[in-house]
């Protein structure tokens, strides 16, 4: 027989994946991310654009529409993919820290940045299986800009994450420090890395990577919609496309969320300490700070959308995919090449 | 309740796939005009798409052309239920200037159901706006139909 404490275990980890870090968080503050996302570059074209929540809209009426499977496709495949890429998406948001909150809190060596850069891959994988699947000839090419694009993004941000297990490495005097609850117990102790001068160019180099890992303007060679018909979705229709647009948007959520946890970890400290500073105490003033976490948590999600996202959208043209390539591993490896030597050589 | 969300959401993301059957491309600017900031149909959740499969809308132009005829019948029947049909300009309607012509097969509704004519050469862009709308709550009427 499972024990009570078993059970209330499981009940807590069902918890996790289903609602606060894990699939409702991600839904809902994903796609309140893009709609911010498409509302931000209509006002600054000028336009009046959609409403907030119209991904929500967006999502719901692709749930209602037919689903057509080419005869080309392999079927299975075909529908799984979706799937697989968003549960990747959610799987790695339990695994990023919010501030003090984390799923792993017993298991400080299972959330690692390693886990971290091996799923994020999956998504645009899943993205490539379904594509490929579908037998269209505008997916054949938009699967090959996409691996293009994965490529090219995946080295800066290896090397920035790298540049960021040596800094707090360092700091710890324990060569490299991978798990993600280190990096923020470290940041929650001596404030936020991006205070660091040696870790600035890092910062800027993942704001690059942010906008080109979610394949947003001007790095959608891959879905260039008005060039190769939306490339790599260009046959999935109805629930399936729905999915994959909902995993767009919760990787917006997973880049930005991972962009405060690398170098803005340490303000949740800040809202501890001005929690304990009021007098209160006990499983309130817990509960309290955890939800100041995660509403500063969302609001730096919004700024950094607005930022990377949205401001690089309304004043950018789509780039082609050798000037991707070529960017990414000359400027954006370059910014981040500098965090590493740096790093390094000790502050 | 999942039904009358789907509904409302349905006629909130209309997204448009433009076909041109031969059009002389004023309509065609013309429709590209619509989501340009002076009229903005973005605001009614109104987008561009690339492919027939994510269209909701499929906007027709042109007299429809003997050449053309197959492919526009091919494409609108890749796109997914519930589906709604508008021709913009007078071409696909009646065949305008080029009427009599031994190289037009229309108009289009000899072939398909069409739900919203938009007349005019080039109709303009309110006009366009006023025959989305139209076709929104046509939209809507067929989800309802739909299980």
Redesign the interface.
Known sequence: MFSLEFLQTALLYLGYILIFPGFLFCFVIGLLLCGID?KAV?RM???????IL?P??????L??????VPAAASRTTFMMAPLLGLSALVVIQLFIPVFNFRVFRNLPEVADIIVILYLLLIPAVSVMMGGAASGSP?AGIGLSREMVTVLAVELPLVLVLLSVAKTVGNAMGTGLVFSMSGIADYQAAHGSLICRASMIPAALAMLLIIPGETGNHPFDAAE???????GL??????AP?GIFKLSHAVKMLTLTSLFVALFLGGIGSGVVRLIAAIGLTGGLASAIALLLQVLIMVLLCIVLTLVTISFVHAVTARLKIEQLFKYYWTVVTGLALISLVLAWFGK | MFKK??????A??PWLFHINAGSCNGCDIELVSVLT?RY?A????VK????P??A?IVVVTGPVTVQSLPRVLRTIE?V???RCIVTMGSCPQSGNVFRGSYSIAGPLSKYVHVDVDVAGCAPKPEAVIDGLVKAIEILREK?RA?N
């Open positions: 498409r209509a074209q000028k336009r009046v654009g959609p409403p119209q929500f809209y967006d999502f719901f009426k749930c209602g529409k037919e689903t057509i505008y260039a919609e008005t060039e190769i018909c939306e979705l260009a046959e999935y229709s109805g496309l | 969300l789907i509904e409302e959401s349905t909130k993301s900031p903005d973005e605001r009614l959740g561009l798409s690339g492919t499969r994510h909701d890749q997914p239920e519930p989800r739909m």
